[in-house]
């Protein structure tokens, strides 16, 4: 099937599930974070938590990341979350079908101003490292811990008011229900995968 441009990408393949969005997030905190300075997109990997109470992102960057620089000042950045993803087959489908990729990806647009107070940004890594150590975490950080006050002066801690939110949900939906659950399936056996062959590869 062809899509004329105004009705790309299909409806049925977005989604504006907001609960849904932060569950993907909090599941996948690794974004890819895109910026712009002086007409060139810039590209960093951070893991982001999302905080419930302000409903913005907040994140830590290498004070030595040029990229810090367009942290600041409600600058516009773009943020992709990415869920997971893997190759359908038509093989999987009972009805005649072509080859496609089916995916849970979260685009997010938004503001980035810097967190200057520090004991605030020491605040945000404690924060974060409970986020990522849950549910049962090994290690503590804590706020006092002689460490951070070195640490802390070569980071850039920064937040994201989310102006925007799309959710970008590739799940066979415009196939039959059998088919859908076909894909389902396909998609959780592929979470589930081992990989340690192809990370110990990675290492070598």
């Not at 002066?153 to 196939?175: M, N, P, R, V």
């Amino acid at each position: 099937m062809l899509y004329k441009l105004n009705n790309y990408p299909p409806s049925y393949h977005q989604s504006s599930d907001r609960q849904k969005m932060i569950a993907i997030i909090n599941q996948y905190p690794l974004a890819m974070l895109v910026s712009v300075i002086e007409g060139k997109p810039i590209i960093s990997h951070l893991p982001l938590i999302f905080n419930e109470e302000t409903g913005k992102l907040v994140g830590h960057i290498d004070l030595n990341n040029p990229q810090a620089n367009s942290l600041k000042d409600n600058k516009e950045v773009t943020l992709v979350f990415k869920g997971p993803d893997c190759y359908i087959s038509p093989s999987v489908y009972t009805t005649d079908q072509l080859p496609t990729w089916n995916y849970l990806i979260i685009h997010i647009t938004g503001k980035a101003t810097k967190i200057s107070n520090l004991e605030k940004a020491k605040e945000t890594m404690v924060a974060m490292t409970e986020f990522l150590e849950a549910p049962d975490p090994n290690f503590r950080l804590a706020i006092d811990n002689p460490k951070m006050d070195k640490f802390i002066h070569y980071i850039h801690a920064f937040e994201i008011e989310i102006t925007h939110w799309e959710g970008k949900f590739k799940l066979s939906q415009d196939k039959c229900e059998q088919d859908q659950e076909n894909a389902k399936q396909k998609l959780i056996k592929k979470s589930n995968e081992d990989i340690t062959g192809f990370i110990e590869e990675m290492y070598m």
